[in-house]
């Protein structure tokens, strides 16, 4: 509607339903036409509108503006930094009407000369086509978790009898898939292989086939496919290749002798056997990158790696106080049902106006309404938390006596995300100084697939956690999944504890805690190193303790 300069007053009736549809807890399915008009923001036309969605999936206004609108255009509209008014200028002014005809305008400097773009614009679209294009057929693990697992169910099925297992970046729990693998042992390879012509879900690529893997692709979806074969009696070493990294394969053991030499001796009967043989610890699946493993290994210094079940509560989360879509106390009694002892509510700072950024007088209710709900949950208990912008200059959101009324404070960067690697460092080693700051939230603001992560020099930033007792956060939203797990080794090194957040918006993003264990394991977080392992008395002291410490930076 923007891109076709549609009225305004339709357009903000439109995000102002639209806004009031995502806080809801409702299921539109489940509507009546009179339930649906009683919604705020929804009219007759919105209405008339959801009702032939549901229907049809389409509604005749968004038919209309599809009709009118070139197919590339909407792809474009997806770049980051190009909101609708200046797509259509693009397309007006230079006809461009594709990523392809846009990537060659900015190559050749047309668009730096329109008005209101310019060179650092152009760069900037050409960075962002760049990470784009570089990002084609790939996957958060969260989005295609599910498929591989119901694809390998259809395998089981074809090959009983036969031994089967995930191999490839999936088996490694990696944050980003582009390709999934699977291994089979087979009494014989001849003939077996044929099988996979009953699996309707692939297009098979023959060309790019041969008698030992099958390639092919997810019909529905951009998914990479490749099967192995392999007898029975060259599964267990064949696994193990195809379930590390070529960095973890190169690691060396000794005399250089690398942990691919060894497995291709052949000489174990499983993997517990090969690492035992080689006087190594076990080292899981997950962590097989080539990253270090093989050391600490030969040294015993993997830990017990944190499980699921090791996590007490719930910290980084918001309510309708700001952008979350449930109540806090919906948020809290949901918490207390999956079986945790406590929840940390952290809405957002008023800097972050556009995500409803809480005031000081909103702040003050909450915690009203905390300590009221407190007295009827407990023992489970809310603590008073913040997700406090970190300004430009790295200071925090709030004057000290604010921040003071807290019980835990999570610093986070959402704005000016363009800095260079020097000051956008120096922006949080201001921030970790602040003695308020107890969490340092998603510290490169990474969005996987969506946007890189601002530069910042990691190792600094650990050893000033470290230094001023900071829990660094791992943003377990599976398009964040930040720090990144190549850094959690180091953290943990320097004796600085992790937090498994999930930055829940909703009752649904408890799950994602799931995944920032995942990204845990892979850099050996154990149990110990989590801080939101501790139970509901032992946190209570840990943040008592820590905030009775607390020197106010103003005195």
């Given amino acids: 509607m923007e891109l076709h300069e549609e009225n305004s007053f339709k357009i903000r009736s439109y995000q102002s339903a639209l806004n009031s549809l995502e806080r809801g807890d409702q299921d539109l399915m489940d509507l009546s036409e009179d339930e649906i008009q009683k919604i705020p923001g929804v009219g007759k036309s919105i209405s008339e509108a959801i009702l032939s969605l549901k229907e049809s999936e389409s509604f005749a206004l968004l038919d209309e503006l599809l009709e009118k609108t070139p197919t590339g255009i909407l792809e474009i509209l997806q770049i980051k930094g190009l909101g609708p008014k200046k797509v259509k200028i693009l397309w007006q002014e230079l006809g461009i009407t594709s990523t392809h005809e846009l990537m060659e305008a900015c190559q050749s400097g047309k668009v730096a000369k329109i008005k209101g773009f310019g060179e650092k614009t152009q760069q900037t679209i050409i960075e962002n086509l760049e990470f784009k294009a570089s990002n084609e057929g790939k996957w958060l693990y969260a989005d295609v978790e599910e498929i591989i697992e119901n694809l390998s169910n259809d395998l089981k099925a074809l090959y009983e009898g036969s031994e089967l297992a995930i ?22 390879l001849f003939g077996g292989k044929e099988k996979l012509k009953k699996w309707s879900a692939i297009q098979w690529d023959m060309a790019a086939s041969g008698p030992f893997a099958w390639r092919g692709k997810l019909k529905d979806f951009d998914l990479q496919i490749t099967v192995h074969f392999c007898s029975k009696k060259d599964f267990i070493w064949k696994k193990m290749i195809l379930s590390a990294s070529p960095l973890f394969l190169n690691e060396n053991v000794a005399d250089k002798t690398s942990i691919g030499d060894l497995i291709h001796k052949k000489d174990f009967n499983s993997e517990e056997e090969f690492f035992s043989k080689n006087e190594l610890q076990f080292i899981p699946v997950e962590m097989r990158e080539g990253y270090g493993e093989v050391m600490l290994a030969k040294d015993k210094k993997i830990g017990k790696l944190l499980k699921d079940s090791d996590l007490k509560g719930i910290l980084h989360n918001h309510s309708t106080y700001s952008d979350g879509k449930h109540s806090l106390k919906q948020m809290a009694e949901h918490c207390k049902e999956l079986g945790f002892e406590y929840l940390g509510i952290s809405d957002h700072s008023r800097t972050a106006f556009y995500a409803g950024g809480l005031e000081v007088e909103r702040i003050v209710k909450q915690h009203q309404e905390i300590d009221e709900l407190n007295k009827e949950l407990a023992p489970f208990k809310i603590f008073k938390g913040i997700e406090s912008d970190i300004l430009p200059d790295g ?8 921040l003071a009324s807290f019980d ?48 910042i020099d990691h190792k600094s930033i650990i050893d000033s956690c470290a230094k001023n007792n900071v829990v660094i956060e791992i943003n377990a939203n599976p398009w964040r999944l930040d720090l990144d797990w190549r850094w959690v080794r180091y953290a943990m090194d320097q004796g600085v504890k992790l937090s498994i957040n999930p930055d829940a918006h909703e009752m649904d993003g408890y799950a994602d805690m799931h995944y920032g264990v995942l990204v845990g ?33 103003s005195k």
Avoid: C
Wanted: no cysteine; net charge neutral.
């Fill in 395 to 402: 200071s925090l959101d709030y004057p000290d006596d604010v």
């Fill in 167 to 188: 191999v490839g970046d999936f088996a490694r729990k990696t944050e980003i898939i582009a390709e999934a693998e699977w291994l089979i042992g087979m009494e014989s």
């Fill in 521 to 553: 394991r892979k850099g050996g977080l154990t149990k110990e190193m989590t801080l939101n392992t501790l139970s509901v008395d032992q946190i209570t002291e840990y943040l008592e303790k820590r905030k009775s410490s607390i020197i106010s930076p």
């Fill in 408 to 455: 835990f404070i999570v610093s986070s960067i959402h704005s000016i995300l363009n800095m260079d690697i020097r000051k956008a460092t120096h922006r949080l080693l201001t921030a970790i100084e602040n003695p308020y700051t107890t969490i340092l939230g998603h510290p490169t603001g990474r969005l996987l697939l969506r946007r890189a992560g601002y530069p």
